[in-house]
């Protein structure tokens, strides 16, 4: 099995000898690894040129969530397989599709080389693995890589020193939400929209049951100030979103436009912010990435 691997440099639990680390674990395994650790702007062209060379049998991802989600993009669609390493700072995608956090653990998946047919979702071309969000949160993710970027700040820091800050300038948008033909306007101070459906309660907050539903899921609270945002927010965490009519929870959908009067919008995809035109076109590709997933576990 020959394989590439590609290190984000810049990922939450890089260390300058993490490709050393990594050599023997694929060696042990008799795999074929050529390593390369790469900054994070030239994730894109590595990703790339890995996925397309000849002779090939997987692209292997070694970083968090924007890490893969950029390896994902590459092969997404092809007959390449998608191996990850987690080395960043949450590790969604990694968690939700059950790989071990432990190197050694991860390796032993992919040598295994079993794979399944999993889900990623795209706004206007750009492929993203968990979520995509308008308002507060790409404002937030945004302040959070200046703060790491000019104050050295630790990623954690960062965001709580962001998240009080977005709170504290609390500002809503009106949106205009399209699907399937229908058309509703949408006044929200953030609306998320994840690669399957998220759970919402206080111990499974952030997570998701299954990666491979063929389904786009959009939520909204419909709030017009900070504290109404985070009493919608709290009631939605504590199971009780359903109660109240200023929360917007739409499950099963293929595709979304998002209009604004504005021609561009801060968009946050899989916890990296970026300006895009709109309408913001969402959809997903349902089974469009070949995933090493670990073997099943046998109950007792």
């Not at 990694?94 to 998946?109: H, Q, T």
């Amino acid at each position: 099995m020959k394989v590439r691997v590609i290190i984000n440099r810049g990922g939450g639990s890089f260390g300058e000898d993490s490709a050393a680390k990594l050599e023997p674990l694929f060696a042990a395994h008799g795999i074929d690894a050529k390593i390369l650790a790469v900054a994070p702007g030239d994730l894109d062209r590595h990703c790339g040129e890995a996925a397309r060379e000849a002779g090939v049998d997987a692209l292997v991802a070694a970083g968090g969530d924007g890490t893969i989600g950029t390896a994902a993009a590459a092969v997404a669609g092809t007959d390449v397989p998608l191996g990850i390493l987690p080395l960043g700072t949450l590790n969604h995608f990694a968690k939700d599709a059950g790989i071990p956090l432990d190197l050694e653990e991860a390796v032993a998946v992919i040598a295994a080389r079993r794979t399944r047919q999993v889900d990623v979702a795209e706004v206007n071309g750009r492929v993203f693995i968990n979520n995509s969000a308008v308002g507060l949160y790409p404002r937030l993710v945004r302040d959070r890589e200046l703060q790491q970027r000019f104050l050295g700040r630790s990623k954690k820091l960062a965001m709580a020193v962001a998240a009080a800050r977005t709170l504290w300038r609390f500002s809503h948008r009106r949106l205009t939400l399209r699907v399937e033909g229908r058309e509703a306007p949408v006044e929200t101070p953030l609306l998320f929209v994840g690669n399957n459906r998220y759970q919402m309660g206080l111990l499974t907050l952030g997570t998701r049951e299954a990666i491979d539903r063929g389904e786009l899921c959009l939520y909204a609270p419909l709030a017009r100030s900070a504290r109404q945002f985070l009493t919608i927010s709290l009631r939605a965490v504590f199971g009780r979103e359903d109660e109240q009519a200023n929360f917007l929870t739409l499950d099963g959908v293929r595709a979304a436009e998002i209009d604004a009067r504005q021609p561009h919008l801060m968009v946050a995809t899989d916890g990296e912010a970026q300006m895009m035109d709109t309408p913001l076109r969402y959809r997903l590709r349902a089974g469009a990435l070949k995933l090493f997933v670990p073997l099943p576990r046998e109950d007792g």
